[in-house]
């Protein structure tokens, strides 16, 4: 049954209504990525307010990489929960997701610029 009242039309709109358990199972991972986002906030804004005796450019680097996939992750993890949600309604295969490898990236470059901060005091 489609549904043209609900947010947003352009998921809604497509296919049929899946199985509710992976509607619902699509989006606790939606909410996954929103609370990593709100870690990596969290992160980044501590990382510099604590004012660590760290090499202060290393430091507000680091803080700015997790600040920025903080920032990201939330349209990205929206991105995948809609692609993810029009597949289930049309009884697609699921799409890949890149999210992981983009939030293992972020969080290298974080832990590379830190112990360079340190390394460098």
Do not use: H, K
């Not at 899946?18 to 939606?30: K, S, V, Y």
């Not at 990596?40 to 760290?54: M, N, P, S």
């Not at 949600?85 to 830190?114: H, I, K, N, Y």
């Amino acid at each position: 049954m489609r549904s043209s009242t609900r947010f947003p039309r352009s998921v809604y709109s497509v296919g049929d209504e899946p199985d509710a358990r992976f509607t619902l199972a699509n989006e606790r991972t939606f909410l996954a990525w929103i609370r990593t986002a709100l870690a990596l906030l969290a992160g980044g804004v501590a990382l510099d307010l604590l004012g660590l005796d760290l090499q202060s450019g290393f430091r507000l680097a680091a803080s700015l990489t997790l600040v920025a996939a903080g920032i990201v992750l939330p349209l990205f993890g929206w991105l995948n929960w809609a692609a993810t949600e029009r597949a289930l309604r049309r009884g697609d295969a699921l799409p890949g997701s890149w999210l992981g490898a983009f939030l293992g990236v972020a969080v290298t470059l974080a832990g590379v610029l830190l112990a360079l901060a340190i390394l460098l005091r």
